[in-house]
């Protein structure tokens, strides 16, 4: 169970502090939910906290996990299928683990295979989003703000 102030993580969604806790009933049914807010985009989410194992909430990285996510984002591109097809699923798996090692590394993979080739509008929506959600949580666990971090993640790639 967590608590208000709380940083947590939502898979697909991103990172984002726990305001409180509320009962609500929907669609006949009463629930408690986390309020998370999430810091990029300031948008609120409700979160049955009875599927939080379910959907694979978990808490934020620290500074060990940190430094692992910049060694990822420094190593080389995974090799990965040519098919196009393939590699958006692949990576769409990784990206659906909510495993902050396994964004950090479809984000670095995308980013690379961007500077080499122009990437479809699918990947390119992929890297976005994959970029996103490790901002969100990056920008809670070292306390930065959106733009550094963006920066801090093109720096790392070495893409720009």
Avoid at 112 to 128: F, H, I, Q, V
Wanted: aromatic share 4%; charged share 30%; proline share 2%.
């Amino acid at each position: 169970m967590f608590n208000i102030g709380d940083k947590i993580v939502y898979p697909m969604h991103g990172a984002g502090v726990i305001e409180g806790i509320e009962e609500r009933e929907i669609l006949g049914e009463k629930r408690k939910y986390y309020i998370m807010r999430m810091p990029i985009g300031d948008m609120r989410v409700m979160i049955p906290v009875d599927n939080i194992e379910e959907i694979g909430i978990r808490e934020i990285i620290g500074n060990e996990e940190f430094e692992k996510v910049l060694t990822i984002l420094k190593g080389d591109k995974t090799k990965m299928p040519q098919n196009w097809n393939r590699r958006y699923r692949i990576n769409m798996e990784k990206i659906k683990s909510g495993d902050i090692f396994e964004i950090a590394a479809v984000v670095r993979n995308l980013m690379l295979r961007d500077a080499e080739k122009t990437l479809s509008t699918g990947e390119r929506k992929m890297l976005n989003n994959a970029k996103q959600m490790l901002v969100s949580e990056i920008v809670l666990a070292v306390d930065s703000n959106q733009e550094e971090t963006e920066k801090l993640i093109d720096r790392t790639v070495n893409c720009i």
